[in-house]
């Protein structure tokens, strides 16, 4: 079992780093899922991290969705996240996931972009050294300007709240 010197309760969102603390802690880390029963009066030094919304859903849509039209996906997301399935809750609205948590909510909020900072943090948690984990590279899906634009117009909540 895992052991953390500072009690705290990382906030689950998808495609949001969540696969590189599992490497690290497996899943015996303290984990709250933002979609599952979230009661941010009892989070303790909740911190999560956050993704621009944008490369959340080309993340999502390389890992479920590429052998679709990226368009029939985009046009399809206001449908899909009623549903709960697997791909709905990974290009849910990040600021739905928290239930309406902002930024500001939270102890700490790390972006992908300071995953070196992720793990400095986690480090403090747990007292030691965690090995370096290199992500698989993937193929970067280009959107159009038409698509990047439908999706920021679909995730603008996300953006005005500051999730990204």
Same mark, same amino acid.
């Given at each position: 079992?895992?052991?953390?010197?500072?009690?705290? #309760?990382?906030?689950?969102?998808?495609?949001?780093?969540?696969?590189?603390?599992?490497?690290?802690?497996?899943?015996?880390?303290?984990?709250?899922?933002?979609?599952?029963?979230?009661?941010?009066?009892?989070?303790?030094?909740?911190?999560?991290?956050?993704?621009?919304?944008?490369?959340?859903?080309?993340?999502?849509?390389?890992?479920?969705?590429?052998?679709?039209?990226?368009?029939?996906?985009? #046009?399809?997301?206001?449908?899909?996240?009623?549903?709960?399935?697997?791909?709905?809750?990974?290009?849910?609205?990040?600021?739905?996931?928290?239930?309406?948590?902002?930024?500001?909510?939270?102890?700490?909020?790390?972006?992908?972009?300071?995953?070196?900072?992720?793990?400095?943090?986690?480090?403090?948690?747990?007292?030691?050294?965690?090995?370096?984990?290199?992500?698989?590279?993937?193929?970067?899906?280009?959107?159009?300007?038409?698509?990047?634009?439908?999706?920021? #117009?679909?995730?603008?909540?996300?953006?005005?709240?500051?999730?990204?």
């Amino acid at each position: 079992m895992l052991t953390l010197r500072l009690k705290t #309760d990382y906030v689950w969102l998808p495609k949001n780093g969540s696969t590189t603390l599992s490497r690290w802690f497996g899943y015996d880390y303290h984990l709250i899922d933002g979609c599952v029963d979230l009661k941010p009066e009892e989070l303790v030094n909740p911190w999560t991290i956050s993704r621009d919304p944008v490369e959340r859903f080309k993340s999502a849509y390389q890992q479920f969705f590429k052998f679709q039209s990226v368009d029939m996906v985009i #046009d399809y997301l206001p449908e899909l996240i009623k549903t709960t399935t697997i791909k709905a809750n990974h290009v849910r609205p990040q600021l739905d996931r928290v239930e309406g948590m902002l930024p500001s909510d939270f102890s700490r909020v790390f972006t992908m972009s300071e995953m070196d900072k992720v793990k400095l943090y986690c480090e403090e948690l747990v007292g030691h050294t965690l090995e370096d984990i290199v992500e698989n590279q993937t193929e970067t899906l280009v959107l159009t300007g038409d698509q990047e634009a439908k999706l920021k #117009d679909f995730y603008q909540r996300d953006y005005e709240a500051g999730w990204c």
